[in-house]
């Protein structure tokens, strides 16, 4: 699945914060990793109170030694210092990843709070949006530093969008590599859950309108099941949630309970991307969750 792994560092602590992932994919893929640094045009000498590089030979040492600290081991290792200047960091990683084959990108939040543009930062958010490779989101720890990383329990939120979906396939490869556990969950509203908007239709009939609710309740458990089987049936250890409340709130609060190691959300790339930042329930998730986080893309195509 995954064979050759894209990970951007701009020389901070924070976006060290994404070694752990990385390192942890290729050894689990057997994969190439190649460390990459963009020169931006006019470089601040810091990001986020913390050293930024400036410059390519600082940035080609800097690599070489994240190399001997974090890569020992790993037979593939590049580093990459795209040299020429640009103020477009995001399309520089777009366009390098797409140059050599890269399959999968990884990169830390620098984000604080809970802010959505503030949880991943403007460079990772242009670089998901690009809505062509997977992207892997992790977040440093309290202290700032790279927390350890591990796939033992993997959660897939879907809702009732068939398209969806289309992730399944990539959750699959990354669970058999991982032996990990498998979670697909979906919520279903209570009546109390409605948003303002949907308690307005439902006002009138709210007896007929919680009815309606438990047979999706019904249907969606029904289909959980059959895919919990299918993933089963492939040797992937996996259960299926049917849950009711706020879909946000009710994902990130099982996030945390059940210790959930990475979350897998599907996105519909450049299109869905739009409302995935501006409102949708997968944003939603993100803004309350510091889970690492791993964006599918998927198209009409797939």
Known sequence: MFKHILVPMDGSKLAEAALPAARYMADKFAAQVTLFHVVEKDAPSQVHGQKHLTGF????RYLEEVVQRWFQGVSQVECHVHETETELVSQSIIAHAAELGHDLVVM?????G?????LFGSIAQKVIAGGTLPVL???PDEQGEPPPFACRQILVPLDTDPEHEKGLPVV?????ACSSELHIATVIPTYESLSPEEKVSARTLPSTASRMLELEVRDASEHLDLLARELTDAGIRASSHVLRGD??????LAATEAKIDLMVLATHGKTGMKAFWTG???HAICSRSRCPLLLVPISEAS
Do not use: N, Q
């Open 57 to 60: 030979d600082e940035a080609r």
């Open 114 to 118: 809970k802010a959505f543009h503030l």
């Open 137 to 139: 989101i992790t977040h």
């Open 280 to 282: 949708s329930v997968a």
């Open 172 to 176: 699959r490869a990354v669970a058999l």
């Open 108 to 112: 830390c939040s620098h984000g604080r």
């Open 247 to 252: 879909p946000a709130e009710t994902i990130a």
